[in-house]
């Protein structure tokens, strides 16, 4: 077979492989919280749960980098794999006895199989670059973001259909089949076939910390990605602020119908869906992109649009309509943002550190989310929607301008360092 049939294969394996993993984890994890929600009636028991996972994997960030970079990819993954199989294999298979205590059982199934994503995806996204061709990295990489929102979109929908009629035992076990093809692809995937003959697989003999400091210290001397992980940092905070905000703003303010609430909570992950449809067509879209800064002040007039709606001066239909407009370019916009970055990221850094690069910008972005969730969480239950909003604008364009000089690129496709 030629090289182009083989990248277009792998990339085929890949994206399979990572839909299927997505809604079998997606579906599962719906699932859990809703039993836990059900049978326990704690919120709080429920959010510690949603939090432990990916705070477990933030906190083994400079491990999960160093042994990635340490091992071969491949390796790495399969290992991950093949503990999260066996992890819900007995989960599956002793869940009676697991589920007299509900809390610990979850909290420790959940914990194992967010560190074993980690190592997994990592070793995944380090290895993308020489999976497939130069020129299908972007496709590759939008149709990823594509089938995690079509999963994140669909799975709480299919689950709360289900739910009544599955046992939490029968969704274990779509999960655990879900991580048993996972598993079957990652065999199958080459994950070195189009690496450079010359290059040395592994290397170095620093300590966990000193390794994760040649990661850190990678990102903050690029001149392209300190500033951009820094700008979408500020842009994952901003967008807290409307995740968190307008389900206060449609439900309290506007009481809006339970189909019109889905129509706008849906509106994001439609653009998302566009923008990774349109990026994964042609690698020359990358070339048309606007400036950083450019999207940054388009994103202040979204804000600003959302802050104006707020003052509930329209009708309930037509604010309804205006939400959704708005909030598919916001899926458009984080899509146009996120996917050349994560393309940039593994196409341009070098291999021995891409371990360490990659789990520190997905721990950092995740990190941020975060804090913005608890922060917009406090506020919107002591400030009004306009006013954190209009506040949030003013902000972000302050940052825009301030910066605009250092933030006036297009993320370039191959690394100008």
Known sequence: ???????????????????????????????????ILKTTGSSLLFSIIAFVGPAAQTLLT????????RFPHKGVALSAQITSVIVMAIFVF?????????????ILLVTLLNVCDGFQSTAYKASSNQMVMAEDLQKLVSLEQ????????????????????????????????????????IMALRFRYFALKTQPEKKSDDSIWQSFKQGLTYITTSTI??????????????????????????????NVSNTQYGMIQAAISFGMILGSLLLSLSNT??????????????????LAALSFIS????????????YIIILAFVGLILIVINIPFATFIRKNTPENLQGRVNITVNATANLSISVGVLLFGFLFGKFQPTVIFAVVTVILFTISVRFYRALSFSIPKNNVD
Do not use: H, W
């Open 94 to 106: 002793n869940i009676k006895t697991a589920l007299q205590r509900p809390a610990l059982s979850i």
């Open 285 to 302: 879209i990358t070339q048309k992109l606007p400036k950083i800064s450019n999207i940054g002040l388009t994103f202040c007039t979204l």
């Open 146 to 185: 594509l089938g995690s929102t079509i999963t994140t979109l669909a799975a709480p929908i299919l689950g709360g259909v289900l739910y009544s009629y599955l046992s939490l035992r029968i969704f274990s076990l779509i999960e655990l089949i879900g991580e048993t093809i996972v598993l079957l692809f």
């Open 1 to 35: 077979m030629s090289n182009r049939t083989i990248s277009k294969f792998q990339m085929t394996l890949a994206t399979i492989s990572l839909f299927v993993g997505n809604a079998t984890s997606e579906f599962f994890s719906f699932a859990l919280g809703l039993y």
């Open 62 to 69: 400079p491990l999960i980098g160093y042994l990635v970079d």
């Open 311 to 322: 003052f509930n001066i329209f009708s309930v239909s037509i604010s309804v309509a205006l």
């Open 225 to 254: 990605l300190r500033p951009l992980l820094l700008f979408i940092v500020i842009m994952d905070l901003a967008f807290s602020s409307i995740s968190i905000g307008l389900p206060y703003i449609t439900v309290k303010v506007l």
